[in-house]
């Protein structure tokens, strides 16, 4: 049964805009969603520049937000410890485990990518002893810097407009709160599919 070539395109869209919401890769999600590997890129650029397709994305984004609890305060949150934690915040404890230093932020963990103990044995027979060495290393902070710094609009840190302006969307509540596939079909404009007329 033919549904017809407008339906079968909101249903191209809605694919495409679940697909993005998991891989966040616009040619990925235009291959996955039934268009032609080989102008997979153009297409997924030209469907995230078209204001329906990202109102959509922008309702499941939030969507998703809302699902798991991840806010912008948390995220920033968790930034702030990558990006500005020193050594010093932390003490190494007498079992080999790290605490915090006092006056440490009380997120500071979150900045320890691993703690590592060994122990090894030197001297000869009549002076034997255990050497113990403890290490920690921070996560690296160049990526975390670098989207805080985006994040508040440093300069430097923002990339160059070259022309592909990007709209703030502000989507009501009530699409926000739907599906991705139900907003992408409440708020679909009339469009031409891009692979239309090939």
């Known amino acids: 049964m033919n549904r017809g070539p407008k339906v079968a ?7 495409f805009v679940a697909s993005y ?5 616009a040619t990925q999600a235009a291959s996955e969603a039934g268009y032609s590997k080989r102008s997979a890129r153009q297409i997924g650029a030209r469907l995230t520049s ?3 397709v990202r109102a959509a994305i922008k309702a499941g984004q939030q969507r998703l937000a809302i699902k798991t609890g991840i806010t912008a305060e948390r995220v920033l949150l ?15 404890l007498a079992d080999g485990t790290l605490g915090l230093a006092p006056g440490a932020p009380e997120h500071a963990h979150a ?3 691993s703690v590592k103990r060994r122990v090894t044995t030197v001297g000869g027979d009549d002076a034997i002893r255990e ?4 290490e920690f290393r921070l996560w690296p902070k160049e990526g975390p ?12 840190f923002v990339p160059e407009d070259k022309g592909n302006s990007q709209t703030v969307i502000v989507v009501p509540d009530s699409i926000a709160a739907m599906s991705a596939g139900a907003a992408m079909l409440a708020i679909m404009g009339a ?8």
Do not use: C, M, W
């Open 78 to 92: 968790e930034l702030e410890a990558l990006a500005f934690s020193r050594h010093n915040h932390y003490v190494q």
């Open 145 to 156: 810097l670098t989207l805080a710094g985006r994040h508040v609009g440093l300069k430097g």
């Open 191 to 198: 469009g031409r599919d891009p692979e239309e007329g090939k």
């Open 111 to 113: 900045a320890v990518a």
């Open 9 to 15: 395109q909101e249903d191209k869209y809605a694919r």
């Open 21 to 25: 919401l998991i891989s966040l890769n």
């Open 50 to 52: 078209k204001a329906s």
């Open 131 to 134: 050497v113990v060495v403890d």
